[in-house]
């Protein structure tokens, strides 16, 4: 017999355990190939609940296609995060009194990480295991280990030899903290409150000045340019003339250029091309001259006046204000609030920089990558995340791939003493090389950068699967099937493994991308740790259990909507898994076995074939669903069937033939009610896989069977359009939707439950009369009627309905205190009211339409919807009152 209760807590890591020892993660042999990379978690990482919707999505697709007999592989891995993970060892150095990474030295540095990593990284695979992730662990991959490894140094080499990667001097966005650039996807834009300093450049000859303003008056002593836009007539006249820049005593132009804003502070903008993005693309236009005023550490060089050197950017701010206001050029300062990057993981202000990097033209691998797309070989879902993804290739620039960094790949590049780079795939190519040019042995030193983090990581659908090498896992897993990602990071990782793909295996790395939803709170906000309204995933995990984590993600991942989470949700899908397991308990306590040899084709009773058939069209639907990637569609046609469909009709209408005498029928009942139970929970499977594993067992120890394969091998329901017969589904969904009218109006009306009105139908026709006959005890039983009757005319004090051709009458009128019921509507009608005016008014004000955040108004208009639909049902129920009266 079942426990009373299903301990999760118990059962989840037995048979995650019994699973992985089984090797039931692994490919089959046989079997159409289906793959799926997971997107690798930084090593340093730990469940969040991002991560959760991923992997559980990920799994339910790989549990669905195992079971449907394919080969699959979900492949698992760990990005070994340059900055997270330097970070990460840095702060243990500082925290133990040790000496920094400088003072160590390179190899002791990463020796220090490595340990770190083997001792300490990897926590997040385990959470994996804990959500029920059935990844081949046997094929776990590192973005650093020896294969991976090998595969960037060759991406590397021959990217170079083609002319696609190469060094140059421009500007990035610098990390003074880490001394390191870093992508944009590492910056934080951050809003402050700050200041405009409105300075004066005096003409060079003497005969006016131009006034400039900017947040960052240190920059200024690199300058190199004043623009105003062509059409400004101010400054028209000014075009070509040159001003003495303040406190540099440099003579700089004064030039036309469009990026100048008329309308925006005087019209004249100052332009410091080493270090402005605008200014820098600004400066390439016009000839300027670029001027790097500060080193690595954001402290300014020797390019400024000796006064400022070696000072700190912010010092070096207030100097150069209070030396503009010595020389009477501050011509005033103005209080704003702006926009400033942060890097994400330092938290220090990022600097554009001027330095030399290594970039990756990925405006020529681009264009094969947009044809993919373009003619569909690779798809989005939902497809709107293909406008994204054109944009950002259409405008693609040069990728920076070179990060000042010691933890990660190191680039495969060796400088000679004439500072010529040999770039190859070992030390020993680079020498031969380098003898081959000078004819002599030489010195070399090896770059001391390392590579960006996502360069790796646009190799991981091949380099995990063998690549460069012809493996047998590349040859039947690459193209993988499905990409399961968020948004964030389509440019940033999903495009660039299609630029790479298509380059170097020669396909696309992947048939279709599935793009998550934004996990949200309960209220539409974002969760961040300063409004504390994150949700651990771990601790939703251990109070309510894996399954129903899953569940809630799975049922409300409805593309293009963010998801509301919170803890509610997943408690009230605990409660799903718990009806569930209780329906099986009351299964096994009437008799309901498994049978041997059972022929759900053969089922005479109407109930047997009605359910026979909803568990067919139940089996389409979810099938239906997982192929589409449509998720939420599946856990609703799953949760339709096994709480309303079996729990709440099929095991109620069959308590009558289970207590009734005619053997025959309740034998064939018990047969089918526990071929439906196995149905539901070969269909729940890949989405609850414990719950369902666990009643798979014992339910058929129960009953003295011994399966020939655990569920999670299990084959996917194949259940014919056969099973699905009219005439029963149109005789039960009958008798439901009367049973359910009659309850409707009984919580409308508020009659007593003890209270047993007599029902009419009146115009009915002889197959209705028949089945009110046929159904008449299971009718008085469900509904608390004290009659059921067919009569020409309707009983007064009746309530009327439509059912069918007939027309239904409840006579409740000796059971309703009509005038409590009429108050009691009115006062809840009148208090909808108010609510609902209060809210139009506010959505009707457009001061709170402009104001408000889009979650709050969204809220509002819910709250809106909900009160007017209330309103609307009490509405008819008062109707349905007054005509008693």
């Known amino acids: ?126 959470q994996l295991r804990r959500l029920g992730a059935s990844c081949d662990w046997s094929r776990e991959r590192f973005t650093l280990d020896e294969g991976l490894s090998a595969a960037v140094r060759k991406v590397f080499v021959q990217l170079h030899r083609e002319g696609l990667l190469y060094r140059d001097k421009r500007l990035v966005n610098w990390d003074p903290h880490f001394q390191t650039a870093i992508s944009d996807l590492e910056v934080e834009q951050r809003e402050v409150d700050g200041f405009y300093w409105h300075f004066a450049y005096p003409l060079e000859d003497g005969s006016g000045e131009i006034v400039v303003a900017t947040t960052r008056p240190e920059t200024m002593l690199g300058d190199t340019g004043v623009a105003v836009h062509p059409d400004d007539e101010r400054y028209r006249h000014l075009v070509g003339r040159r001003v003495r820049l303040p406190i540099a005593d440099r003579s700089i132009p004064v030039v036309a250029d469009a990026y100048a804003d008329p309308e925006k502070g005087s019209g004249a903008v100052k332009i410091t091309p080493a270090h402005d993005f605008n200014d820098y693309q600004v400066g390439r236009r016009q000839n300027l001259d670029v001027i790097n005023i500060l080193d690595d550490r954001a402290r300014l060089n020797d390019d400024v006046p000796a006064e400022f050197r070696g000072m700190d950017r912010f010092e070096a701010r207030k100097a150069v204000v209070a030396r503009m206001d010595e020389l009477g050029l501050l011509r005033g300062i103005e209080s704003t609030r702006h926009a400033v990057p942060h890097g994400d993981r330092s938290g220090a202000v990022i600097e554009p920089y001027l330095t030399d990097q290594w970039y990756v033209d990925a405006a020529t691998l681009a264009q094969p990558a947009i044809a ?53 795939e070992s030390e020993e190519e680079a020498r031969a090389a380098a003898l081959a040019m000078h004819g002599r042995e030489v010195e070399l030193r090896q770059d001391e950068d390392v590579l960006d983090t996502w360069f790796s990581s646009a190799l991981w659908p091949f380099s995990t699967l063998g690549w460069p090498e012809a493996t047998d896992d590349l040859r039947r897993f690459y193209p993988t099937d499905t990409l399961v990602t968020a948004s964030d990071i389509i440019f940033f990782w999903v495009a660039r493994m299609m630029m790479m793909g298509l380059h170097f295996p020669g396909d696309i790395p992947f048939e279709r991308v599935f793009i998550t939803a934004l996990i949200r709170d309960e ?10 309204n994150v949700i651990d995933p771990l601790g939703l995990i251990e109070e309510f259990g894996a399954d129903a984590l899953r569940f809630t993600l799975t049922a409300m991942s409805s593309g293009g909507r963010d998801i509301k989470m919170g803890r509610g949700r997943v408690e009230g899908y605990r409660n799903f898994g718990t009806k569930l397991w209780n329906a ?14 059972f022929d759900p084709a053969r089922v005479q009773q109407p109930l047997n074939r009605w359910i026979r058939g909803e568990a067919a069209r139940t089996a389409a639907a979810v099938t239906a669903a997982l192929n589409a990637c449509a998720f939420d569609d599946a856990a609703e046609a799953l949760y339709r069937f096994i709480w309303n469909t079996f729990c709440d009709w099929h095991l109620e209408l069959a308590k009558p033939i289970f207590a009734g005498d005619d053997e025959a029928a309740k034998a064939e009942t018990r047969a089918a009610t526990a071929w439906a139970l196995d149905q539901a929970c070969l269909l729940l499977h890949p989405i609850s896989p414990f719950i369902t594993e666990e009643l798979w067992g014992r339910l058929a120890e129960s009953a003295g069977l011994q399966r020939e394969t655990p569920l999670i091998t299990a084959a996917w329901p194949d259940l014919p359009e056969s099973f699905v017969d009219p005439e029963a589904a149109s005789e039960i969904d009958w008798v439901i939707a009367l049973v359910t009218e009659v309850r409707s109006l009984r919580s409308e009306m508020n009659v007593p439950p003890s209270a047993r009105p007599v029902l009419t139908l009146v115009g009915a026709d002889a197959p209705s009369r028949d089945r009110l006959a046929r159904h008449n005890a299971l009718l008085l039983s469900l509904a608390r009627l004290g009659a059921a009757e067919a009569a020409p005319a309707a009983p007064a004090g009746s309530v009327p309905f439509v059912i069918g051709e007939a027309a239904g009458a409840l006579a409740v009128a000796e059971f309703v205190d009509l005038s409590a019921e009429r108050g009691r509507l009115n006062k809840e009608i009148a208090g909808h009211e108010a609510e609902a005016g209060k809210v139009h008014r506010k959505l009707n004000n457009p001061d709170f339409l402009a104001r408000a955040k889009p979650e709050v108004v969204e809220e509002n208009r819910a709250r809106l919807a909900e009160a007017e639909a209330a309103m609307a049902k009490l509405r008819a129920a008062l109707a349905r009152l007054e005509a008693l009266a």
């Not at 017999?1 to 699973?19: G, H, N």
């Not at 159409?32 to 990920?58: D, K, R």
């Not at 209220?523 to 504390?532: A, D, E």
């Not at 099986?584 to 040899?597: D, E, H, K, S």
Request: proline share 6%; charged share 25%.
């Open 584 to 597: 099986a308990r009351f299964c096994q306590m009437n008799g309901c076995a498994l049978q041997p040899g």
């Open 523 to 532: 209220k539409g906000q974002k969760m961040s740790k300063s409004k504390g």
């Open 372 to 424: 993919a797309v373009e003619d569909g070989r690779t798809v989005f879902e939902p497809r709107n995340w293909e406008r994204t993804y054109f944009q950002w290739m259409r405008n693609i620039e040069p990728w920076c791939v070179s990060r000042q960094l010691w933890w990660g790949h190191r680039i495969p590049a060796w400088y000679d003493p004439e500072g010529f780079a040999h770039v190859a």
């Open 1 to 126: 017999m079942l426990d009373k209760t299903f301990d999760f807590a118990a059962v989840e890591p037995r048979l995650y355990q019994a699973w992985e020892d089984s090797g039931a993660f692994q490919p089959a042999d046989e079997g159409e190939p289906f793959s799926i990379v997971i997107p690798p978690p930084n090593v340093t990482g730990s469940l969040h609940l991002g991560h959760a919707l991923n992997a559980t999505l990920q799994d339910v697709l790989t549990r669905f296609h195992r079971m449907r007999g394919r080969s699959v592989l979900w492949l698992p891995g760990t990005d070994h995060a340059g900055i997270a993970t330097q970070m990460v060892v840095e702060r243990q150095l500082a925290a133990e009194g040790n000496l920094d990474r400088r003072a160590m030295g390179r190899d002791a540095f990463v020796e220090r990480v490595w340990r770190w990593k083997a001792e300490s990284g990897g926590l997040i695979t385990q």
